[in-house]
Structure formats: structure tokens, C-alpha cells
């Protein structure tokens, strides 16, 4: 008997480590890794623009998908300075955006076309994203130049 009870805490011991990792695994199925993985409708909301010509793209709705951490597309072209987190995050939360991008865009105008240089804040949780946008940059015409910038409120939902 004596010799028995070593061995059978020993199979306890592994049986309660087997059973904790178990559980610890059950439950990271189901953790969530924020936007990676998820598409987004989402739409602008114009609250700041400095005078520059009217451009048609200035408030059009667009398409995120966010492949991995590292990989983000908006409307099909890849964004740059990516950063995500595999995480939700709320704003009203004070939490850290959880999706953080830039993304070139092509506007166009009847003076011209442009390269707007489009950063984007927003923070993902459950089926939404909200945050904010913001532009910069010069806009030259055959009589005139000027430095454009736009600001957005951004929201929208998880497809």
C-alpha cells in the first residue's frame, strides 16, 4: 500500500496537469484575436479640411480586410506603417487602437490628382470599428499650390 500511494499521486498530479492544460486549451480556442482575420465596411465622416480644391474621393466608403498582423488591404492595395493588435480594444475603454495603418489613396479633382497619404486609428471590438483618419499633403495646380489636409471620424462594421 505504501508503495502504491507514491504512484497514484504521482497519476493524480498528472491527471490535475493534464486536465488544467486541458481547460487552459478549451479556453484559448475560444480567445478572441482581434481584427486579425476580419473584414470591415467602414465610412468617413469629413470633420476638418483645410481649403483645397473639392476631391471626389474625400468621403467614400472602403473595404479592410486584415489578413495577419503584418498584412492589411483597403480596397484591395496593401497599407503601410501597419500595426495590430491580436486583440479588441475600445476606445471609450481608453484601450490602445488595435489597428493603426496607412494607406495611399488616389483623388481626383478638376484641378488635378492627388496622393493622399490616408493614416488611420481605429479600434475593433466585437462588430464594430471606430476611430479616426487623417491626411496631409501638397497639392500643386498650374496657377496655384497649397497643402491640403482632411480629417475623419471613422466607423463602421465587421463583415
Known sequence: MDVAQPLLHSRGVKLATCLALLVAGCGADGATDGPVGSEFAVTRVQVSASPCPRFAEENVAHHILVSAID???????????????????????????????????????????????????LWAH??????????????????????????????????
Not at 492589411?72 to 487602437?97: F, H, K, N, S
Request: glycine share 8%; charged share 20%.
Open 126 to 159: 466585437d462588430d464594430l470599428v471606430a476611430g479616426m483618419a487623417a491626411t496631409s499633403f501638397p497639392f500643386d495646380t498650374p496657377t496655384s499650390g497649397t497643402d491640403c489636409s482632411y480629417g475623419w471620424l471613422v466607423s463602421g462594421t465587421r463583415l
Open 71 to 121: 498584412e492589411l488591404t483597403v480596397d484591395g492595395q496593401p497599407a503601410t506603417q501597419i500595426t495590430v493588435l491580436a486583440t479588441e480594444a475600445d476606445q471609450e475603454a481608453d484601450d490602445d487602437p488595435n489597428l493603426v495603418f496607412t494607406i495611399r489613396e488616389s483623388w481626383t479633382s478638376e484641378q488635378g490628382l492627388a496622393a493622399a497619404p490616408v493614416s488611420y486609428r
